[in-house]
């Protein structure tokens, strides 16, 4: 299991690496599409998204279907050897949906109901829609479940990132039902919810509302699970969608694309339902490296949601976007760069929206791996290029990228953390960027994972501002460090249960005898505010790090002081603990460090566990490594525009695949945005 391809679990899929992206026939009269096919062939492409948002065109009047275009488009595409990832087409209803189902738009949460015009604008709880959605499927599938060009089913298209919340009353009582499942009784919701305080306490189901209009705030743990339940409806359509596939094709294979890391959605628990996960990743090239951050950090998201499974990028962008205040192009190189960055993040897939750029429409501006200009453009090329480099690098599909290093993220504590009513305003998404951001740059691989996921295979895990902790998380970790590993706690975590309860008697409530230590209070930081931070060991006349967001008051119960507080009340008292807890370590950091700082720790501390980078090479300059069951695939992407050096250490002399027939040099000025993609035996 451990290197199995995709294609070895989705028999139809094509062998080697995906390549290709959506396709919308529908935009273009039929003469185009000969011409489209033939490009694609040329162009390498051997995998394309068809029909996201064709429900119009498939049936232009209830109940009336019209199939013989899309015939046409998916012989033509499989005589050209193109399979497909067949959607489901319902991201987008039609016309007349609405006209016949006013009540199926969604409500925003001021009330307002949403009009055809757009996309994505129906109820997530229509039952109209749902019967629509799945009459349609159901046809889908019946025509062509068994056509040997349909390699996996796209269901729906990046289910909730327009709409994920609506506010209408259907919405509203299945949020009742949802919590009447979750918690059986009002007796048992009035105590998950604290509505002992404000009066909010409720003797009806009837009285109990969306959180949208309160004066103030809100009740949090109403909150939190009206966040639980808008996953769980978006889920609901990804479930019967495949089931009405499945009803008709059994063994039919599927995936959706999510959004980034998007925060109403609780991707990890999605994918569980899919046979792969896909990615739609759109950095902004005017940030530079914290964008090739972000996507890595998005990339070993996805490479986790399946345990380690082969993700596939299913949209990103060739040249420039259309949505952004100002849409900067890739330059020359980048596309290709964060291509192969995918990959060695753990995609076996490459994939753009879309095939050819609109004429009209609101996407019109958006890039294509086929611009207005048509063929003969520096995209196009980039892109035949590209796929020509793919179809000679079969080998990787299926190679696993191995980490000794965790970062654990949950759902749960991204809607919990971020709730209104806190110490501070937390943004999860920085904090994680915070703590990802100094093994990226050291080269440094992790897997991104629940604190529900087994540790025991990882070194070292890294906690940030784990708020939420469940007694099986904290049992969890505690085993992990007892059992030798090393854990690195931050502040603020370990503060409430599920319910968002605080635990009591100090924090990190139920992680006390692991760090060695309670912490009694905070105190934020605001914006512009900092204390300072002394390592114990470093010398006297050593100027203190900058610290910012956030400290506390730590008073150790067997933990070692590693750093203390410069200023204020807290000068002298601990801001980084050690605790030697059976055969492992636990660390605790009670406030947020100096990047460098925190960077040249994390290294020396990982460094101490033998935990380095592959080889050594400037900053931005990535390396990732891959491995297959008999080869090894070491990826180095310079992401910058100027050459920097590189030193490939024990992979010198091996193959480059991207450069055959000549081995890699010892050291080397690798050019700005140039990609090397070593391979030797794996020496197992
Ligand atoms: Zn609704």
């Known amino acids: 299991m451990l290197t199995d391809s995709l294609h070895t679990l989705i028999p139809k899929l094509p062998a080697g690496l995906l390549y290709g992206g959506d396709y919308n026939p529908e935009q273009w009269p039929e003469a185009v599409w000969l011409e489209d096919a033939r490009l694609m062939q040329a162009a390498g492409v051997n995998f394309i998204s068809l029909g996201i948002f064709s429900w119009a065109k498939l049936e232009p009047e209830p109940g009336r279907y019209d199939f013989a275009w899309l015939d046409r488009v998916i012989d033509l595409l499989w005589s050209h050897q193109i399979s497909l990832c067949l959607a489901t087409a319902t991201a987008s209803p039609p016309a007349w949906f609405a006209r016949l189902h006013p009540e199926g738009l969604a409500v925003g949460r001021a009330g307002d109901r949403f009009t055809h015009g757009s996309r994505q604008h129906y109820c997530p709880n229509s039952v109209a829609y749902r019967q629509a959605s799945v009459r349609l499927i159901t046809q889908l599938a019946q025509r062509y479940g068994r056509h040997p060009a349909v390699a996996l089913w796209h269901i729906n298209n990046e289910l909730g990132c327009h709409i994920n919340a609506c506010y209408c009353d259907v919405c509203a009582a299945e949020f009742r039902h949802w919590l009447r499942r979750r918690y059986g009784s009002l007796e048992a919701l009035n105590a998950a919810w604290g509505t002992a305080f404000w009066s909010q306490i409720y003797g009806d189901w009837s009285e109990i509302q969306l959180p949208n209009r309160t004066p103030t705030l809100g009740n949090p743990t109403q909150c939190l699970d009206h ?76 490479r986790c949601f399946k345990d380690g499974l082969p993700f596939i990028l299913m949209e990103q962008v060739t040249s420039q976007v259309n949505w952004r205040a100002t849409n900067v192009l890739k330059q020359p190189g980048q596309m290709r760069a964060l291509s192969y960055a995918a990959l060695a993040h753990g995609a076996d897939g490459i994939m753009f929206f879309q095939w050819r750029a609109s004429r009209a429409g609101a996407e019109k501006f958006h890039g294509a791996l086929l611009p207005h200009a048509g063929p003969d453009t520096r995209v196009h090329r980039e892109v035949v290029q590209l796929g020509r480099e793919l179809r000679s690098l079969t080998a990787i599909a299926g190679a696993r990228t191995p980490a000794r290093v965790a970062l654990l993220q949950s759902w749960e504590n991204h809607w919990a953390l971020e709730l209104p009513s806190k110490p501070a305003t937390f943004d ?130 067997g933990a070692e002081v590693l750093a203390t507080f410069t200023k204020d009340f807290l000068a002298g008292q601990p801001a980084l603990t050690r605790h030697r807890f059976g055969s492992g370590e636990a660390y605790y950091l009670a406030t947020q460090p100096d990047a460098a700082c925190l960077e040249n720790w994390l290294a020396d501390l990982l460094a101490s566990r033998g935990i380095t980078a592959p080889i050594q090479a400037a900053y931005g300059v990535e390396v990732c490594l891959r491995q297959g069951t008999e080869q090894e695939f070491l990826f180095v992407i310079n992401h910058q525009s100027d050459p920097a050096p590189v030193n490939y250490g024990a992979w010198t002399g091996s193959a480059d695949l991207l450069s055959p027939g000549t081995p890699v040099a010892a050291t080397e000025e690798l050019p700005g945005l140039a990609v090397r993609l070593l391979c030797r035996p794996r020496n197992k």
């Open 227 to 302: 966040q639980r339940f808008v996953s769980d409806g978006l889920r609901a359509i990804l479930l019967a969608e495949t089931a009405a596939i499945r009803a008709v094709v059994p063994e039919a294979k599927i995936t959706t694309n999510g959004v980034f890391t998007m925060k109403p959605a609780d991707y990890r628990d999605w994918f569980q339902h899919c046979d792969v996960a896909a990615l739609d990743c759109y950095p902004d090239p005017t940030l530079g490296l914290v964008e090739v951050r972000a996507s890595a950090l998005c990339n070993d998201h996805y």
């Open 428 to 557: 999860y998404g920085r904090t994680l960027a915070e703590f990802h951001t100094p093994l990226w740059n050291r080269n440094i691989a992790l897997d991104v994972v629940s604190p529900d996921a087994p540790l025991t295979r990882y070194d070292v895990v890294i906690a940030p501002v784990l708020y939420v902790i469940s007694p099986k998380q904290a049992d969890s970790l505690r085993a992990f460090v007892a059992g030798g590993g090393t854990l690195l706690l931050t502040y603020f975590s370990g503060i409430v249960d599920e319910h968002e309860h605080i635990q009591l008697g100090g924090y990190p409530a139920l992680l006390k005898d692991v760090l060695g230590l309670v912490v009694e209070e905070w105190q934020p930081l605001p914006p512009g505010a900092s204390n300072g931070l002394r390592l114990l060991t470093s010398a006297p006349e050593a100027p203190a790090v900058p610290c910012h967001f956030f400290s506390e008051v730590v008073h150790p119960r």
